[in-house]
């Protein structure tokens, strides 16, 4: 498969004025996996392991409702490391786009990071600029699908997520829980987040509370 074509990258870019919320994947959209063996919790290696949280749908919809585009931007360095193949790769997407849409929600768009700097594939080894914490995804995606990222948002479990909206000029929403550790960290990398919520239905729901606010303050 061709990286390019992996990456959703696009030569037609356009002015944009929509506005979008942005969702890391694992974490937010499915539940991470533990690999008792490496004692590491990480993303889904193969199909099965693809559980995406019951809530995740209505969540969707209800953005989709207040006017967003609903766009996933992930690091997937999953291939780089030898953890699967690509034809993996694309199964468990297609298991992820299945549990999400049954219900009738719908993405706008993927952008995914297939590179790592430390890759075992070497065509995948790179210290790039779509790797978050750096906003390259997120840029990316504005420009092909014409975003206003001042008017957007992005939402995830990580300071990695938070980091890359805060630079690309979103409004930012951690998810899960903080945690003295975490706290610290994020004001050492200046990504402390505008807002927290349990999970992705909060978040929209907290946007949802942000958008009636916005409404009500117009003159």
């Not at 610290?184 to 909060?202: G, S, W, Y």
């Amino acid at each position: 498969m061709n990286l390019n074509e992996s990456q959703r990258v696009s030569t037609n870019f356009q002015e944009g004025n929509a506005k979008a919320v942005f969702l890391d994947r694992d974490g937010v959209i499915n539940e991470l996996v533990y690999y008792e063996e490496h004692g590491i919790v990480d993303s889904p290696f193969t199909p099965e392991q693809m559980k995406v949280f019951s809530w995740v749908p209505e969540a969707i919809k209800r953005l989709k409702e207040l006017g967003y585009k609903v766009v996933i931007v992930s690091n997937q360095p999953g291939i780089a490391k030898g953890h699967l193949s690509w034809d993996t790769f694309w199964k468990i997407r297609e298991r992820m786009l299945f549990e999400v849409e049954k219900d009738g929600a719908k993405l706008d768009g993927e952008y995914y990071c297939f590179h790592h700097p430390e890759a075992r594939v070497a065509e995948l080894r790179e210290n790039c600029d779509c790797r978050k914490p750096r906003p390259g995804l997120l840029l990316k995606a504005a420009a092909e699908l014409g975003i206003d990222l001042k008017n957007s948002w992005m939402v995830g479990d990580g300071i990695v997520d938070i980091r890359a909206g805060k630079g690309a000029g979103c409004r930012t929403i951690f998810v899960g829980r903080l945690k003295c550790d975490i706290c610290q960290l994020m004001r050492e990398n200046d990504a402390t987040p505008d807002f927290t919520a349990k999970n992705l239905l909060e978040a929209a729901e907290l946007i949802e509370k942000m958008e009636g606010e916005n409404l009500n303050k117009s003159p």
